[in-house]
T-cell receptor
Framework: DAGVIQSPRHEVTEMGQEVTLRCKPI?????LFWYRQTMMRGLELLIY????????DSGMPEDRFSAKMPNASFSTLKIQPSEPRDSAVYFCASSLGGSGRARYFGAGTRLSVL | AQSVTQLGSHVSVSEGALVLLRCNYSSSVPPYLFWYVQYPNQGLQLLLK??????LVKGINGFEAEFKKSETSFHLTKPSAHMSDAAEYFC???????????FGAGTTVTVRA
């Protein structure tokens, strides 16, 4: 299996621009997670999908962030408008089931907002 | 709610020496425990997981971890460090009733030649 695939790997944008991050989970996995990693806050769960349905979006920082999962093989995380404080590494992870299952991470998208 | 504490944010070992990374957890129900490794500019890779089948868990790259309920610990060890073990290591805990995976702050391992 190819693992969790994220694109782009790096994104540099200017403040105010829209940013879209993409994720393809491992085939057959029914749970998908978006995380953000920063030096100050470590790994933060942003949103959790189960069977393509958002279950918990309490970690989404504010209304500028939105996530969708239109089908079992694709998810997006959008930031509009972007701000410098959004600069971080964003990870997508998938698992077979949510509770107690190992989570498999993509390589991440390093976002820099200037 | 579960939580994890990793003791020591940085560990430096000599090549060939024992690697010991400490992790203590708190959980109100029997936990599932994981160790992940993150190499520079990469995602988190699963090293091993404890799911109550055996207290001593063997993982990839020669690592193993022992679950000690009485000490609420899940320390990670490797008998002989290799230069390629230089990375950041994360302990994580979840329980059977909760999809949330709580991560420790991470321990960065440096291997000296």
């Amino acid at each position: 299996d190819a693992g969790v695939i994220q694109s782009p790997r790096h994104e540099v944008t200017e403040m105010g621009q829209e940013v879209t991050l993409r994720c393809k989970p491992i085939s057959g996995h029914n749970s998908l997670f978006w995380y953000r990693q920063t030096m100050m806050r470590g790994l933060e769960l942003l949103i959790y999908f189960n069977n393509n349905v958002p279950i918990d979006d309490s970690g989404m920082p504010e209304d500028r962030f939105s996530a969708k999962m239109p089908n079992a093989s694709f998810s997006t995380l959008k930031i509009q408008p972007s701000e410098p404080r959004d600069s971080a590494v964003y990870f997508c992870a998938s698992s077979l089931g949510g509770s107690g299952r190992a989570r498999y991470f993509g390589a991440g998208t390093r976002l820099s907002v200037l | 709610a579960q939580s994890v504490t990793q003791l020591g944010s940085h560990v430096s070992v000599s090549e060939g020496a024992l690697v010991l990374l400490r992790c203590n957890y708190s959980s109100s129900v029997p936990p599932y425990l994981f160790w992940y490794v993150q190499y520079p500019n990469q995602g988190l890779q699963l090293l091993l997981k404890y799911t109550s089948a055996a207290t001593l868990v063997k993982g990839i790259n020669g690592f193993e971890a022992e679950f000690k309920k009485s000490e609420t610990s899940f320390h990670l060890t490797k008998p002989s460090a290799h230069m390629s073990d230089a990375a950041e290591y994360f302990c994580a805990v979840s329980d059977s009733n909760d999809y949330k995976l709580s991560f420790g702050a991470g321990t960065t391992v440096t291997v000296r030649a």
